[in-house]
């Protein structure tokens, strides 16, 4: 069993940044993939950015150039640096990790982007 605890949304206005971590509860080295999904209102859940033990990385197109992923292993946690935010980002943030073929998710934290 693996959980994940997300933190570090909130309230920031269009141009700002915000970074996400996600805390695991093993050694996320284990976890061959880790990924940050979001859901806004009315809308479908949606992959913003993965990573793979390997290092291998996928961004959606709306975050390219804007939002970076990163684990750090010593510390067990994922990272989502968001830069230059949109009111378009905003939404439920939740971490996801695959292991053993079975998907853990993360409860969400909320990023709202707004003037």
């Known amino acids: 069993q693996v959980q994940l605890v997300e933190s570090g949304g909130g309230l920031v206005q269009p141009g700002g940044s915000l970074r996400l971590s996600c805390a695991a509860s093993t050694r996320i080295a284990s976890i061959y993939r880790m990924a940050w999904y979001r859901q806004a209102p009315g809308k479908q859940r949606e992959l913003v950015a993965s990573s793979t033990s390997g290092g291998s990385t996928y961004y959606a197109d709306s975050v390219k150039g804007r939002f970076t992923i990163s684990r750090d292993n010593a510390k067990n946690t994922m990272y989502l640096q968001m830069n230059s935010l949109k009111p378009e980002d905003t939404a439920v943030y939740h971490c996801?990790?695959?292991?053993?073929?079975?998907?853990?998710w993360g409860q969400g934290t909320q990023v709202t982007v707004s003037s």
């Open positions: 996801n990790g695959v292991q053993q073929g079975i998907n853990y």
